[in-house]
């Protein structure tokens, strides 16, 4: 099979607009949790969330405008928003802009979302109860359904090779890199512009999420301690919103045009639970088998992993069933590795979280820093992987893991190393 | 421009995105002012809404630019 190397990175995250100003906030320790006040929230169990900071582009905020045109982002949802911004960036970090038939037709699209335009189908429906079927939009198919975040980027940047898209809950944008790394492997594509976006934080989400008792609920006054994966206190996720796109390439294709070259996708590993529809299975054997899978067909030994970027989402259960799954699979390498969940500073993005953290997961190989796991004081169990809590770590990174685990038991693993 | 005129204009300008100068009532939505298909379905679905009237498919089909809305309008608005 061919080899796959990333050769561009964007992202819009609650920490800012863009890749270099998430990344530098992110290994500063900041947390970009808050008390929404965009809409009513009183009656709401949950009352916080991850947003994007909005602004004029300057100083790290975050312009739609800049990447998307005023009358274009009123027929969409966020989510197809967020997608246009982070794959704009991907594709000016890749240089990467075609014009010949060959080129275009060589690089594709798969983005996924979670759950898509959640927000304003609420709103349509509001709109349809009140108004009547005459008055819903021609715009509101084309700018809710998921794939629309692929097709409009293939639209903006003129790339008609595969468009696809993918919907595995909160392993999506993972799932998104490593199905478009094996369409590059496979000769469909020599280029994909992949990953996740997600823009969830309204009432429907946060009603529902706290329905199934997933949210944090305990931390409403205080909410950037609300994320901390691991600690004794952890009582649920927190929402985040954004979006994560990386540009893929095959590795020839990277070399001979001079591209930079960010790491490799050696392994990419899927499972399914087959046990619940929100609850990991008990014995974390899913996430093993799906770190197992990309470990094996990285053809690598577990010890070689330096840096893990968990699922960790600050559930009671999940990060322990994770955290176990991870021992077992190092054996005696666990004492040499070091495991974080950025989800503890920037929520978790949903369709949109397995793409950012592989693009964190990335930056630690570029950097040699890995980011921390914030308001871990105290760990409910002992282990013997580093935690990193509270403050980056510097630490040559060659190789790394990203986990994603999703409802319905769907669980995704990304494998990445440093290219010499 | 009448006042019905100025209207159509106004949600012209918001919904297309155009500059305000460049809408006459010889504009074409689609020939003229950059609009698709679906644009002219929700311009017309906007007309309906600031004037309170209901514009039948088969009416909406001849409402191709800036006048033919606002003579429309004029006749059928209350």
């Known amino acids: 099979m061919r080899r796959v190397v990333i050769t561009g990175l964007g992202a819009v995250t ?48 975050f312009n739609p405008d800049a990447w998307m045109e005023v009358k274009e982002q009123r027929k969409v949802d966020p989510f197809i928003v967020y ?12 240089d990467w802009h075609p014009k010949s038939d060959r080129d275009q037709e060589a690089t594709g699209v798969l983005i996924g979302s979670g759950i898509g335009g959640i927000g304003t189908i609420y709103d349509a429906s509001v709109t349809l109860h009140e108004k009547g079927p005459r008055r819903i939009s021609p715009f509101f198919i084309p700018g809710r359904i998921i794939n629309l975040a692929s097709g409009q980027v293939s639209i903006q940047h003129g790339l008609k090779g ?24 496979l000769g469909d594509a020599d280029v994909m512009v992949a990953g996740g976006t997600e823009a969830p934080v309204n009432r429907l989400s946060l009603a529902g999420f706290a329905a199934c008792r997933a949210l944090s609920t305990g931390f ?30 095959e590795y020839e294709h990277a070399k001979a045009r001079g591209a930079k070259i960010y790491a490799e996708v050696i392994g990419y590993g899927l499972s399914g639970d087959a046990y619940h529809i929100t609850s990991p299975a008990p014995d974390g054997d899913g996430g093993f088998r799906c770190m197992t899978a990309a470990v094996k067909r990285a053809g690598i030994d577990p010890s070689e992993i330096d840096y893990i970027n968990a699922h960790g989402t600050s559930t009671p259960l999940g990060d322990e ?30 369709g949109a979280a397995g793409a950012v953290e592989a693009i964190f997961s ?31 770590k510097r630490k040559r990174v060659d190789t790394v893991l990203s986990n994603s685990f999703g409802f319905g038991g769907t669980n995704a693993s990304l494998l990445m190393r440093r290219v010499d | 421009m009448s ?3 100025e209207r ?62 606002v003579k429309f309008l004029e006749k059928n608005s209350a």
Not at chain 1, 223 to 236: C, K, L, Q, V
């Open chain 2, 3 to 5: 006042d019905i005129a």
């Open chain 1, 162 to 185: 595969p468009n696809h898209a993918v919907v595995t809950a909160c392993s999506t944008g993972a799932h998104a890199i490593g199905d478009a790394s094996r369409l590059i492997a």
């Open chain 1, 220 to 249: 409403n006054d205080d909410p950037t301690r609300a994320s901390r994966p691991y600690d004794r206190d952890r009582d649920g996720f927190v929402m985040g919103e954004g979006a994560g796109i990386v540009v893929l390439e």
């Open chain 1, 321 to 350: 069933l994770e955290l176990k799954a991870v021992e077992r699979l190092l054996g005696e390498a666990a004492g040499k590795a070091s495991m974080s969940s950025t989800k503890s500073a920037i929520g978790h993005l949903l």
């Open chain 1, 14 to 61: 609650p920490l800012g607009g863009s890749v270099e100003h998430t990344w530098s906030r992110l290994i500063a320790g900041d947390s970009g949790a808050s008390q929404v006040t965009a809409f009513q929230t009183d009656d709401l169990a949950c009352r916080i969330a991850c947003t994007l900071p909005f602004g004029d582009g300057s100083d790290g905020t």
């Open chain 1, 83 to 94: 997608a246009m911004a982070a794959a704009g960036q991907a594709l000016d970090d890749a």
């Open chain 1, 362 to 392: 990335v930056l630690a190989i570029r950097d040699g820093v890995m980011p921390p796991t914030l308001n871990l004081d105290n760990p409910s169990v002992e282990t013997a992987i580093d935690l990193i809590p509270h403050e980056a």
């Open chain 2, 8 to 69: 159509v204009k106004k949600i012209v300008v918001e919904h297309l995105g155009v500059e305000p100068e460049k809408v006459t009532e010889a504009s074409n939505f689609i020939d003229d002012l950059g609009a698709d298909s679906l644009d002219t379905v929700e311009l017309v679905m906007a007309f309906e809404e600031e004037f309170n009237v209901e514009i039948p498919d088969d009416a909406a089909e001849t409402i191709q630019t800036v006048g033919d809305a």
